[in-house]
Every structure is written in C-alpha cells, then in structure tokens.
Nanobody
C-alpha cells in the first residue's frame, strides 16, 4: 500500500494560483486512482477532483470546475492539483487520497483507502 504526502499549501491572495503536490511512496502508484478532497473548519470533507490511473478521465467538483486542474506523473509517483482564481471560500485543508480497487464512486471519501495528512491552503482577500 502506498503512503501519500501532500505539499505546496500556504497563504495566497484571492485571484492568485497555487499548486499542490501529492507524492507517493511504495509500490505501484500507477495502480491507484487519486482524488483530492478538502475540508474547511466546521464543514464536511468535500470532493475536489479525481484522476484515473492512466491520467484520463478526470473529474471535478462543481465548485472548482474551470479553475482547478488535476494531473499525475506515474514515473515520479506524484499527483498534482493546480488551483487558479482562488477565492477565500477555497480555504481548507487539502487532502490527497488513493485507491487501487474498483469502485464506481469517484467523489465519496469512503471510496478511498489511503489518505495523506493534508496541507493547509488559506486564501485571503
């Protein structure tokens, strides 16, 4: 089973961009579907994006469509989340998650077996 660690979080002004990385250690990263989720204080964990093993297809939550882009490099065992046009409501802890078993659900936290510790993203106006 892989271990996932996120990086790239920080504080950014509204309207700017930020890129997150999710680095995996362990075998067979390419076998894992990778998802990004986020959780703001007092709110439930929210689906952000997911990417299939080969890099396609990709899925996005409604609140980030057109602003965020998910990608992966299996040779580098890394998944990315490029976030653009950030707004204060994007402030949250961002988590990457993985699963290597088939599950029809893409946007459910229960569909993922492995989670990173999270990285904080704070957007100020």
């Amino acid at each position: 089973q892989v271990l996932l660690v996120e990086s790239g979080g920080g504080m950014v002004q509204a309207g700017r961009s930020l890129s997150l990385s999710c680095v995996a250690s362990g075998p067979r990263f390419g076998n894992y579907v990778i998802g990004w989720f986020r959780q703001a204080p007092g709110k439930e964990r929210e689906f952000v994006a997911a990417i299939m093993r080969s890099g396609e297809p990709k899925y996005y939550g409604d609140s980030v469509k057109g602003r965020f882009t998910i990608s992966r490099d299996n040779d580098k065992r890394t998944a990315y989340l490029q976030m653009g046009s950030l707004q204060p409501e994007d402030t949250a802890v961002y988590y990457c998650a993985g699963r290597d078993k088939y599950n029809v659900a893409i946007d459910s936290t229960g569909a993922y077996d492995v989670w990173g510790p999270g990285t904080q993203v704070t957007v100020y106006s």
